[in-house]
């Protein structure tokens, strides 16, 4: 097996379908997704997904993945793309440099294989465009809705063509709610040296467009300043910019204020279900997590079509980020059945190009060629008792 290609899913929490599923997508094998009838149908067209499933990403790529999953079978069950079946190539790997070359030389190998899609990872998706840029010419796969939060460091060169919202306008939807009942200083806190880094600048921008003062908090593994300390104590409302995981134990470690309550905002990489597993937050918190598609108990067609399809497919509850792996999926094959010429790496990322507003089943996708409009976003608590609100 290559060295970045392999996978830690708990199988006891997917049971044996997925399981077996994941087993074929360490290979690129066809995942479940199967033409059900082939018809009238010839060659079947491939489409491929690369997960990183980094301990920060598991949970996300594990969800997403399987909302994908379910979506393409779905489509196969309808009948396909154009009257042709779907081949859905899933490569997981270890969110390792390596990983994401092994996964893409296996892509690039397949010849009926017309696009990427739904890749999970900032990392995986800047490595595939990295190597893309190197191949040889013809070889460009566009790269369709990618769940990456740093979506405006991508040249439309790039060929990566984004859907969800990312750190910018998840911050900025979030903190606007707090600016607008009169909060004016927030405390912010990253899960690793590198995250902050990399999120820093777009969190600094998006709070001083909204007149808000950031305190920063300790960061892990790092001897902290007497300012920083402060804040720790005293930030009534933390924005956590990182996976659950971190978020678990930054709660944790998080020191009660006397009297009062604590509010942590969190982006759509925490899985608010999963940290509810972990055992949640402490008594005197509560995570409020913003989310990139219409909340679960929302009446959209597309949410109504996810919940049928993992249902049928998967036993397991949905989730925001599968919800997201579904529609990823589901815009993709929009883009496809769309198309008037052949279906071809080239024509596939010209169309691409000239993308205009896509209706993903009551799920609005507005954009106007590479650039990508606007985004839904939209905000889930999970309160200090457990409950999931929204």
């Known amino acids: 097996m290559p060295s970045g290609l392999r996978s830690s899913l708990s199988i006891s929490r997917r049971g044996l379908l997925h399981a077996a599923s994941s087993a074929l997508a360490l290979w690129g094998l066809p995942s479940a997704a199967q033409p059900r009838s082939p018809g009238t149908d010839t060659t079947p067209i491939a489409v491929a997904q690369v997960v990183d499933m980094s301990p920060n990403l598991q949970d996300v790529g594990r969800d997403f993945l399987a909302g994908s999953q379910a979506a393409w079978q779905s489509i196969n069950a309808a009948g396909g793309v154009q009257g042709r079946p779907v081949r859905h190539l ?34 995986a998706t800047r490595t595939l465009a990295e190597l893309q840029a190197k191949s040889p010419g013809g070889a460009t796969l566009a790269q369709v809705a990618p769940w990456v939060q740093a979506e405006d460091t991508y040249p439309d060169s790039s060929a990566v063509f984004g859907i969800f919202p990312g750190y910018r306008e998840q911050m900025a939807h979030a903190l606007s709610s707090l600016s607008s009942v009169g909060v004016r ?117 597309v949410v109504r079509a996810y919940r049928q399809a993992l249902a049928r497919y998967y036993d397991e509850p949905p989730s925001p980020q599968g919800l997201a792996g579904f529609v990823a999926a589901r815009y993709t094959a929009a883009v496809l059945s769309g198309m008037r010429t052949g279906i071809t790496r080239a024509s596939v990322l010209q169309a691409l190009r000239e993308r205009k507003d896509t209706d993903v089943d009551g799920f609005m996708v507005r954009c106007e060629g590479a650039e990508r409009r606007s985004g839904y976003v939209t905000q889930t608590m999970l309160s200090a008792d457990g409950r999931l609100i929204g």
């Not at 440099?97 to 899609?117: F, H, K, M, P, Y």
């Not at 806190?189 to 990399?198: C, E, K, P, T, V």
């Not at 470690?253 to 942590?264: E, F, S, T």
């Open 90 to 123: 899933s490569f997981v790997t270890d969110g390792s440099a390596q990983g994401t070359r092994d996964a893409w030389q296996r892509i690039e190998a397949t010849a009926n294989c017309v696009v990427l899609s739904g890749c999970v990872g900032d990392a």
């Open 185 to 301: 200083e927030i405390g912010v806190a990253f899960s690793h040296a590198r995250q902050r880094d990399a999120a820093l600048p777009a969190v600094e921008q998006a709070a001083a467009t909204l007149g808000l003062k950031l305190r920063s908090l300790p960061a892990p593994g790092q001897a902290p300043s007497s300012a920083e300390r402060q804040a720790e104590q005293t930030q009534a409302i933390v924005l956590f910019v990182g996976g659950t995981p971190e978020l678990h134990a930054f709660a944790q470690r998080l020191p009660a204020q006397p009297g009062g309550h604590r509010y942590i905002i969190t982006l759509a990489d925490v899985n608010l279900q999963v940290l509810g597993q972990m055992g949640g937050v402490p008594r005197h918190s509560s995570v409020i997590a913003t989310q990139a598609v219409p909340l679960l108990t929302s009446s959209t067609g």
